[in-house]
Each structure stands twice: as C-alpha cells, then as structure tokens.
C-alpha cells in the first residue's frame, strides 16, 4: 500500500501537538509493517525540505501560514500518481484536497474547532477558521472519513457528511511505556496536572480559578501545569491576580519519561477545554492509574467515564469543577479507586489497534475504488 498523508505539521516541527503524535503513531506503524508511507508537511526554519521520519518520507513546503497555498502545487509537481490513497489529516482548517488529488482520498478528522476558534485567535483570524470549515459538508460529502471519536462523528454529519462514510477509530496509548509504578507514589498534597498545549482555547484559566476557589474555602491543592504555548503568558498574568503563586508551577515543556512521572505523582488530570478530538492525555494518565476531570465535552466524555475513571463537569462551570477537585483532594481513597477503573478502561487502547483498524480501513478503501474501475 502506497500512502500520502497531507498534515499541517509532522512531529519534528516545534508546533506540533496532539495530531502529529496521532499521525506518527498510527502511520509510522504501517510504514514500519512495509507501506510506503510518504508525508506532506509545512516547513519551519532549519528543517530539511525533504527527510525520512520514523520510515516515512517527509516533504516539508511553505510554513504554517502558506502551506495551505503551496502543498496543492508541490503535489501536481512531485507527488500526482505515484500513491494508492491520499490521506488528508485535517488539522486546524482543511486543505481541500478533494479539488486536486487525483487518487482515492480519505478525510482523517480529530476535530472541528467551529465557535471555538474565536476562544483561541484574532477574530480575522477566527473568522477565516470558521469560514474555511463551513464548505467541509458538502465538499467531503461522499468521502470516506476516520474520525478519532463519535463526538467528532456526530459534529462532521450534523455538517452534512454521510454517517456511513464515517469510521470511528479511537487513539491508542503505548501501554508498555505508560503503565504504574508500584514503586511510585502519589504526591503527599493532592495534587492535579495539566498536560498540553497552552492555547487560549483549553481554558486553562478555568482550572486556576477553581484551585482559587479551593484556597478560599480552605482546600488546598496544587497545580501543575506542563506544556508550552502563547497562551502561557496570559495564565502566568492569571496566577499573579489570583495569588496562588504557592500552589501552581509552569513545567514548561516535559520529556516523555517527565510527563509519565507526573502522571503517575499526580491525583488526577485537568483537562477544562470545551471541545476536543478525544482527549488523549487522560487515557495516558488512565494507563498510570490516574483518573482525570474533565469538561462534559465533546472528545472529552468518551476518554472520561463519569464515576468510573474520572469526573465530568459542565464545561464553564468553575464551582462544579472546585467540587469536583476538592471531592478527590479529600478523599485519597477515591482517587485510588478512580484510578483502577481508569487503568483497566485503557487497557482497550493501543496504537497497534488503531493502526490495524486504519490499515484495514485504507485497504478497503483502495480495493473499493479498484472494483468501481
């Protein structure tokens, strides 16, 4: 099988989130069982225009602001024929490459961002985000389309895609890597963890306002917060007007083998966002045996079992979320039993069955579009 995946990043860029750890999982895994898997990506100052990455050739053209404009042409120049399937991993806004992929296509979405991208940019900039999504229904119409949840499954027909053309492959989590340590303890305070990005749109603040709340009520806990991003500046502003410099730390950007260490110290996971593909950190932390709170949101109610590995709040609502942090601050015993039920939810991830069900997905695709010949 010959696979090109258009992506807006790969994971070597100093940008690259969620989506590219996805891509790499799933698509270095098939390259790894003999496809020829090739990447087209933006470029970033001191990358390569081309490299092999993780056994895929990556094409590296335009930057983070152009590539939309110049990947179609690079494709027609170098690329046009020479693959079984085109894969568009759709991350921030579409490249719209039903109007010039020649070979069988296939939509991969984690989520759209909608409303939400005026929480997270300039409003010129929101504004184009939301109008480059609105043609997304009728152009992919017909498409076949991987989805990482039902929540996205859902957001992509309520825009008008077909339901049968979307399967949903849920993200994996390398279990042999994030597993407990029973030589590991949890942190002697209760103490909660951010792990991402720090982007406007995540809502962060929402988490510092209810270890705010907690303080007032004579409830103490800490955050941490590990990543980076432009939102970091406004959250550092945030901790000075709250005053809980005490009790919140920036990480900063963390290795693997760091964040593994703080999901296995911490009492849960914070993840506030009021949209996500599907939440991946909290299935990490699950595989530590750690639960997570999270907003009741799209993405995020299918990596967090209410009551079972973790808590769901109303996005927003920052005295339910306070509640739903101090109900696990003051009693450790439910956080351990959180965390068994979170542990033994993950065990259902792995990337190799998210790369088996895409290889076989792609695989039917390509034998469909052979038999329509």
């Known amino acids: ?48 225009a081309r490299e092999t990455v993780d056994g895929m050739e990556v094409h590296r053209v335009g930057s983070r602001n152009t590539f939309n404009l110049f ?13 079984d399937v085109v894969v568009e991993d759709l991350n921030k806004v579409p490249v719209f490459a039903p109007l010039w992929a020649r ?6 979405v984690h989520h759209l961002f909608g409303a939400t991208a005026f929480r997270e940019a300039s409003a010129p900039f929101a504004a184009a985000t939301w109008l480059l999504e609105r043609p997304i229904g009728r152009l992919y119409r017909g498409v076949p389309v991987e989805s990482v949840s039902e929540s996205t499954a859902d ?22 890597f994030y597993h407990p340590d029973p030589s590991v303890a949890r942190a ?40 980076r991003g432009d939102d970091e500046p406004r959250l ?4 000075d007007r709250l005053r809980i410099g005490d009790r919140v730390a920036f990480e900063g950007f963390v290795s693997e083998e760091r964040k593994r260490a703080l999901l296995r110290t911490a009492w849960a996971t914070v993840l506030p966002s009021p949209k996500e593909g599907w939440g991946i950190t909290n299935v990490e932390a699950a595989a530590c045996g750690t639960p997570a709170v999270a907003s009741d949101s799209p993405g995020l109610r299918e990596s967090v079992v209410h009551g079972k590995t973790g808590l769901l709040v109303r996005h927003g609502d ?17 956080v351990e039993t959180l965390g068994r039920g979170a542990l033994e939810f993950a065990q259902d991830f792995t990337w190799d069955h998210a790369a088996d069900l895409t290889e076989r997905h792609l695989q039917g695709v390509i034998c469909s579009n052979r038999d329509d010949l």
């Not at 010959?2 to 750890?21: H, I, S």
């Not at 992509?156 to 492959?169: E, M, S």
Request: with cysteine.
């Open 318 to 334: 920052v005295p339910a979320l306070a509640g739903a942090l101090r109900s696990l601050a003051v009693d450790p015993a439910r």
């Open 103 to 108: 070979e069988p296509l296939v939509l991969l």
């Open 236 to 239: 550092r502003a945030a901790v």
């Open 188 to 227: 002697a305070q209760p103490t909660f963890l951010f792990v991402g990005r720090l982007k406007r749109y995540k809502q962060v603040d929402l988490a510092l306002e209810a270890v705010a709340r907690l303080r007032d009520g004579g409830t103490h806990v800490r955050l941490d917060i590990a990543g």
């Open 1 to 48: 099988m010959r696979v090109l995946v258009v992506n807006w990043q790969d994971r070597t860029n100093p940008q690259a989130g969620g989506a590219e750890v996805h891509l790499h999982e799933i698509f270095g895994r098939l390259a790894a069982r003999g496809h020829s898997v090739s990447l087209l990506v933006s470029g970033y100052a001191g990358a390569a």
């Open 155 to 176: 957001d992509l027909v309520a825009r008008g895609l077909l339901r049968q053309d979307v399967t949903v492959i849920h993200n994996g989590v390398d279990l042999g």
């Open 71 to 83: 990947c179609p042409g690079y494709y027609r120049r170098e690329l046009a024929g020479r693959f």
